[in-house]
């Protein structure tokens, strides 16, 4: 059963780089209380945010609509569609999801590891980016801008996580979130497009609560997330930013007390959600939660009412090195996001990667 009774914590980004203490609200936000979503959202934010958000969020409906064989050049099967173009590939709810697609790349460097080796072994995240650099050259650099101003801000949301933690851990690493975000090479950024649909698709319930993205956990450490953008596809005024009409659309979490909660991101905040990755290095003092979208869906009366309707958005996956010792049990990150990724894959779950 859904509630809104959980507020969503908002920290003040000036706040963050001024060092005011914070750790209450990471504590109400990530911590173990039941409570806890496992979301954090961000305000106050430099002035450059929302024109990069309105740049690049854009750009995923005009690439979306770009000819088959213009996206095909971008799509990299043998990375499992980590790098460029994805669409249909991953399953959800036991069938290829082809309501949505996916544009998979590291915002910070575009060849993550020069060792030939290491891209044949890891391709997920080792294989160089892939740009379309004819049919939309515009999209490398407005990918990246906004991909790296989202790290920059989750550098300063790992200060304060290092130090909520630290201070009730003391054998945990002040700055172990910080030298993730700093030194991992598997950086991951995901532009997703939401095509407009035409009522409810076949085999699928008016109230599935995730009918636009499956429950799962995100399993790197932190991860930053734009609000969605609605776009009128059909306006003669160009892409335009249009407010969500079904008010039950939107990004659901279950909180650590196991109710579900629909969580709403202001078009000028940034959100941050914690991953498992994390969870296990801070032993569940931050803590990871099951998250889902549910589509705008129209009313039976009228299918077509949402029919040109698009909704694009954009997420950041900060995530710990390949060789990183994640688990009890010695396996580092690169082994583990393997083991996730077919368990995801395999048994026809939906995931972020």
């Not at 958000?53 to 409906?61: F, I, M, T």
């Not at 906004?146 to 690493?173: E, I, N, R, W, Y």
């Not at 129209?298 to 949402?306: A, G, L, T, V």
Request: charged share 25%; aromatic share 8%.
């Amino acid at each position: 059963m859904s509630s809104n009774s959980n507020e969503v914590v908002v920290v003040d980004y000036q706040d963050l780089v001024n060092g005011v203490d914070v750790s209450a609200k990471i504590e109400k936000a990530f911590g173990a209380h039941k409570h806890c979503l496992g979301l954090l959202l961000v305000s106050n934010l430099p002035s450059e945010y929302l024109a990069l958000r309105e740049r690049l969020l854009k750009l995923a409906s005009t690439f979306a609509a770009l000819p088959e064989e213009a996206k095909d050049k971008t799509v990299h099967a043998d990375s499992r569609y980590s790098f460029g173009w994805s669409c249909g590939k991953e399953i959800m709810n036991g069938k290829p999801d082809v309501s949505k697609g996916s544009y998979y790349a590291n915002p910070l460097m575009d060849e993550p590891e020069s060792s030939k080796v290491l891209q044949e072994k890891f391709p997920e995240y080792c294989h160089p980016n892939v740009w379309p650099e004819e049919d939309l050259p515009e999209l490398e650099q407005a990918f990246k801008e906004l991909g790296q101003f989202v790290v920059a801000v989750g550098k300063q949301v790992a200060k304060t996580c290092d130090a909520f933690v630290h201070s009730k851990l003391p054998s945990f690493s002040p700055t172990h979130l910080q030298d993730v975000i700093r030194e991992s090479k598997t950086t991951k950024a995901r532009l997703l497009h939401y095509y407009p649909q035409t009522g409810a698709a076949e085999g699928e319930k008016r109230d599935d609560m995730d009918s636009w993205c499956g429950w799962h956990l995100d399993h790197g450490s932190l991860t930053g997330l734009t609000s969605a953008m609605f776009i009128d596809e059909s306006s003669k005024d160009g892409l335009q930013e249009v407010s969500c009409p079904d008010p039950e659309a939107g990004l659901y979490i279950r909180n650590r007390g196991n109710e579900v909660v629909k969580a709403s991101i202001p078009r000028d905040h940034l959100a941050f959600q914690t991953g498992e990755a994390l969870q296990l290095a801070t032993r569940g003092l931050l803590a990871a939660t099951p998250h889902c979208v549910r589509g705008a869906t129209p009313p039976e009366e009228d299918p077509k009412r949402y029919a040109t309707l698009a909704r694009n958005t954009f997420a950041v996956f900060m995530q710990p090195s390949l060789e990183t010792v994640v688990t009890e049990d010695g396996r580092n990150f690169g082994q583990w996001t393997k083991e996730v990724l077919d368990r995801y894959y395999d048994k026809a779950e939906d995931t972020e990667i």
